[in-house]
């Protein structure tokens, strides 16, 4: 039996699942592992949110590099 996430793993698993919707529809290409996206994604959110409640970082500036990564993770091409 598979244990359960607790919330920090629910939202991984949550984010696995967004990218594999992501795959059936065509907007996400097969190429992309849906587990190790989630776990950088949700990483790289999780050291942001850090830098921006510790002030370094503004929203704005969080926002655009969580876009970039989304773009970069979500692409077509090689995965390493």
Known sequence: MRERPG???R???DIAELIADGQDEGSVPAS???R????RLTSL???LSGRWLAGPLTTAEARAHVAAALE???A???RG
Request: hydrophobic share 45%.
């Open 7 to 9: 919330r920090r793993g």
């Open 11 to 13: 939202w991984l698993v």
């Open 32 to 34: 992309v592992d849906s």
């Open 36 to 39: 190790a996206a989630a776990v």
């Open 45 to 47: 959110v999780e050291g």
């Open 72 to 74: 970069r993770e979500l």
């Open 76 to 78: 077509e091409g090689p």
